[in-house]
């Protein structure tokens, strides 16, 4: 059974770097095809996609956020780590992660419930 | 930012068939990735839909069916139920194997 949950803090102040962890049950990062990703939704407004790592340790950003973004994984503890720098109110959003089993160009067929962050002073 | 452009309402009576365009370009959908439909009902996290194109994921009513040509991909549902009534977002790759997301459209059962 795959699960995935994000964890993180509920509140940041504007310019401060946010640190959010996929934690994940029922698959290895390190077998051949899998992939997490994370993925945003401010209040009321459509998905976006942040950043990607694969079970090779290859890692895709957002071209508007890749400066802000780094995303890295843990493969003992089934954990992938996103870290968001010079946070503004406009990135209050629900934060997922969300798996891809079948490799670059495969769905997102697991996802976390979401966490919500508030950038707010 | 959203490079896949959906109409943001549909709707429809019980019963009835909607469908939902997803549009790209060359760099994109245009480019040979395949086209992902997700279901989001209100407060929840999003769940796959259709993938591949028009494939769909054990548990999924045979109701919902995807298509795609060219720059283009469509989601239609037919004999729509109350249930139904959600967002629903396509989704694809670029060149650079990043992820992209439709504007999203809001299916309204009448």
């Known amino acids: 059974q795959v699960t995935l949950r994000e964890s993180g803090p509920a509140l940041v102040k504007p310019t401060q770097t946010l640190t959010l962890t996929c934690t994940f049950s029922?698959?290895?990062?390190?077998?051949?095809?899998?992939?997490v990703s994370w993925i945003r939704q401010p209040p009321g407004k459509a998905l976006e996609w942040l950043a990607l790592?694969?079970?090779?340790?290859?890692?895709y950003y957002s071209t508007s956020l890749k400066t802000r973004l780094t995303i890295s994984k843990d493969t003992s503890k089934n954990q992938v780590v996103l870290t968001m720098t010079n946070m503004d109110p406009v990135d209050t959003a629900t934060y997922y992660c969300?798996?891809?089993?079948?490799?670059?160009?495969?769905?997102?067929?697991?996802w976390g419930q979401g966490t919500l962050v508030t950038v707010s002073s | 930012q959203s490079v896949l452009t959906q109409p943001p309402s549909v709707s429809g009576a019980p019963g009835q068939r909607v469908t939902i365009s997803c549009t790209g370009s060359s760099s994109n959908i245009g480019a040979g990735y395949d086209v992902h439909w997700y279901q989001q009902l209100p407060g929840t996290a999003p769940k796959l839909l259709i993938y591949?194109?028009?494939n769909r994921p054990s548990g999924v009513p045979d109701r919902f069916s995807g298509s795609k040509s060219g720059t283009s991909a469509s989601l239609a549902i037919t004999g729509l139920q109350a249930e139904d009534e959600a967002d629903y977002y396509c989704q694809s790759y670029d060149s650079s194997l990043r992820g992209v997301f439709g504007t999203g459209t809001k299916v309204t059962v009448l």
């Open positions: 969300a798996r891809i089993g079948t490799g670059g160009g495969g769905p997102f067929d697991y």
């Open positions: 029922g698959f290895s990062l390190s077998t051949s095809g899998m992939c």
């Open positions: 790592i694969d079970w090779d340790d290859d890692k």
């Open positions: 591949g194109n028009s």
